[in-house]
């Protein structure tokens, strides 16, 4: 089949590979329809994410159709259409019977090497390094879905791929990002990031109730994305300073909630950004955390900094002292995405969440190489990428 | 990644393992499996010196009530199942058991064991007997986590360091960290005893096969943000 696979930095590549078989009782093999690039695969293709191997298959925001199960997956029959999350959970153990999926215990086969830097293992992810389990992921024609008797969704006909793919990753993640701020009546809301997570969370925030969202980037076509579809207030913060714009638009108290939908690789044009480079370049810290350092300054005493934005590493810098001084309240990681699955198809069936939306390109696996290079410089307006094999 | 390759990947091999555990100061987990019960001063292998052996502890909570633990457990012909360094056990009667266990260079180690104390749904202790190749013992003790959480599994093998030949040859490649495979085994266990199966990413797709080396795949793992 044909497959998109990781080569180093900056230098993936269409390749025929082997097709995926089924490996375990509860494994399926799913025919990719419809399948996107996320900001986290970014992450990969900028190589900040350790443990990647050359010929790794990436992708892991997917859906299509069952072509063939194990025999332990009684649910799901040949044909039928449904969403993967990327998180793989295996539903039996202590986390995923706690509806916290992201952390399964059991799902990633190289969870040594994870134990070995944070101390214990979240869950496998699709095509996301070998140490998040070396699962091959969906930007390919056909894929392997173990406990696929747990993660996947059925999608009833009527609805069209676009309208439901980003179930797989991005729509729950912005769902939790906004429902992790603990969004009260009244409160404003800050999100750093104006990529697809940080444009579906304006809409998830207005959905739990916010007063007003303001959000935040430099690109100019993802702000007027931000002020038309999301009806929020933006700020450039390349033109202006964050906090102090922050500070004005709240009456100097601060927004309530503040949300990182950035990540790791930060852009800023402060000193403290400049200086995070120069350290990623030499190892003293491994992430770039400017947007959360602003979060964290800007945060109302008391508010909730919510981060769906992915870090990996050694964080420089953090201004613990304020957020511990002001009683923030923080709350972050992978998305638990099984959780949101059915809630948020009936909001999209329903006609409250719109996610296809924020689609700016269409292209066909074959193009996924140039895709990435738009995508990463968020040249043509992109914001979000989805690709058909 | 095939088997092989994991562990190649890891710079560990594994003889044994845990209950294929290799050896073990037999003594020390035949004191703490019988308490005082023990005789001071009296080795039952007599070839290992006191003192002298490896010893690991490794600890894992399980979703599964004690007593389903432990009968598998109990039926030692499964538990190659997880240890993967097991090629099988034989369950000879009486409490005792043949053990054979994949050492370097293609070979295999083999000895008998005897289970030395056996408390249903609790606890197994057993040893290798007289003669063993390699002196080792081992016990999994279950007990149940508070509120629900499952059963926390406890396992403890120890060994003595092989003599001989052989003996230098999987010491050299025991030496990493042969405590790693236990924890392996434990947790393969778990998944086992959770899931029903053993989750692997073996037989994936994958680019331009790339060949990996024993440090390999940590290297390009750790090569920084280029
Ligand atoms: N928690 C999860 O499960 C989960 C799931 C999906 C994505 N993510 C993460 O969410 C983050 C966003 O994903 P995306 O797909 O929207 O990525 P993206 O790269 O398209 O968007 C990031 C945006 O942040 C902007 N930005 C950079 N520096 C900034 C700064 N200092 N202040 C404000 N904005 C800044 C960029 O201009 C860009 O528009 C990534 O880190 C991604 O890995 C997490
Ligand atoms: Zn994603
Ligand atoms: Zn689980």
């Given at each position: ?389 | ?20 555990a290799l050896g073990l100061t037999a003594y020390g987990v035949y004191r703490q ?10 080795s039952?292998v007599?070839s290992v010196e006191h003192g002298e052996g490896n010893k690991f ?70 040893q290798s007997?007289?003669?063993a190749?390699i002196a080792n013992a081992g ?17 403890t093998i120890s060994y003595a360091p092989p003599a ?7 010491a050299?490649?025991l030496?990493?960290?042969p ?48």
């Open positions: 089949m044909r497959a998109l696979c990781w080569y180093g930095k900056d230098d993936v590549r269409v390749d025929t590979v082997p097709d995926p078989e089924i490996v375990n009782p509860r494994d399926a093999i799913v025919k990719i329809t419809s399948t996107a690039i996320c900001g986290s695969d970014l992450h990969l293709y900028d190589g900040y994410i350790p443990t990647m191997q050359k010929g790794d298959v990436l992708g892991h925001e997917f859906m299509g159709e069952i072509v063939e199960t194990g025999r332990g997956v009684t649910n799901l029959k040949k044909g039928e259409r449904v969403v993967v999350p990327f998180t793989i959970s295996c539903g039996n153990c202590f986390f995923c019977q706690k509806e916290l999926w992201s952390l399964c215990d059991n799902s990633n086969p190289n969870a040594w090497m994870v134990e070995k830097l944070y101390g214990a293992s979240p869950s496998g992810l699709f095509g996301y390094s070998h140490m998040m389990g070396g699962y091959a992921g969906g930007q390919a024609e056909y894929v392997r879905v173990p406990f696929a008797d747990v993660g996947p969704i059925k999608i009833p006909d009527g609805l069209a791929d676009e309208q439901v793919l980003f179930l797989s990753d991005i729509l729950p993640t912005a769902y939790q990002a906004a429902e992790n701020g603990d969004i009260q009546p009244g409160d404003t809301v800050a999100i750093w990031g104006g990529g697809p997570v940080g444009q579906l969370t304006i809409k998830c925030a207005y959905l739990l109730g916010a007063e007003r969202v303001i959000a935040i980037d430099q690109v100019p076509e993802r702000l007027a994305m931000a002020r038309n579809q999301g009806k929020a207030e933006t700020i450039d913060f390349s033109q202006e300073d964050v906090i102090d714009r922050l500070k004005e638009l709240t009456g100097g108290r601060g927004p309530d909630v503040c949300i990182d939908a950035v990540g790791l690789e930060a852009h800023g044009m402060a000193p403290d950004a400049i200086l995070d480079r120069a350290k990623a370049a030499l190892f003293l810290a491994t992430d770039r955390p400017h947007a959360l350092r602003e979060a964290i300054q800007a945060c109302r005493k008391g508010g909730v900094v919510s981060i769906p934005g992915v870090y990996g590493g050694l964080l420089d810098k953090v201004p613990f002292g304020a957020a511990f001084n002001k009683g923030l309240t923080f709350k972050m990681g992978q998305t638990h995405v099984q959780r949101y699955l059915q809630p948020l198809l009936e909001k999209i069936q329903g006609g409250e969440l719109d996610a296809a939306s924020i689609i700016t390109h269409r292209l066909s696996l074959d193009e996924a190489p140039d895709a990435y290079k738009t995508f990463k410089a968020r040249k043509d307006g992109c914001v979000k990428v989805v690709l058909k094999p | 990644m095939t088997e092989e390759q994991k562990s190649a990947a890891r710079g560990t091999i594994g003889v044994a393992l845990a209950g294929g499996v019988r308490g005082q019960k023990a005789e001071e001063g009296h039952p007599a502890i490794r600890l894992v909570t399980i979703n599964k009530p004690a007593a389903e633990l432990y009968r598998y457990w109990h039926d030692f012909t499964n538990l190659p199942r997880f240890m993967h360094h097991l090629e099988s056990v034989e369950i000879l009667g009486e409490g005792r058991s043949h053990w054979k266990a994949k050492a370097p260079l293609g070979q295999s180690v083999e000895w008998d064991a005897t289970i030395i104390n056996d408390v249903e749904n609790e606890l197994i202790a057993w007997e007289e003669g190749q016990s999994v003790r279950f007990t149940p986590a508070p509120a629900g959480r499952g059963t926390e599994v406890k396992v001989g030949q052989i003996g230098v040859a999987i050299k490649t030496g990493e960290e405590s790693r495979q236990v924890a392996d085994d434990l947790r393969r266990f778990k998944q086992l005893m959770e899931t029903g199966e053993l989750p692997t990413n073996d037989r994936q797709p994958q680019g331009s096969s790339p060949l990996l080396t024993p440090t390999g795949l940590l290297a390009e793992a750790t090569s920084e943000p280029k």
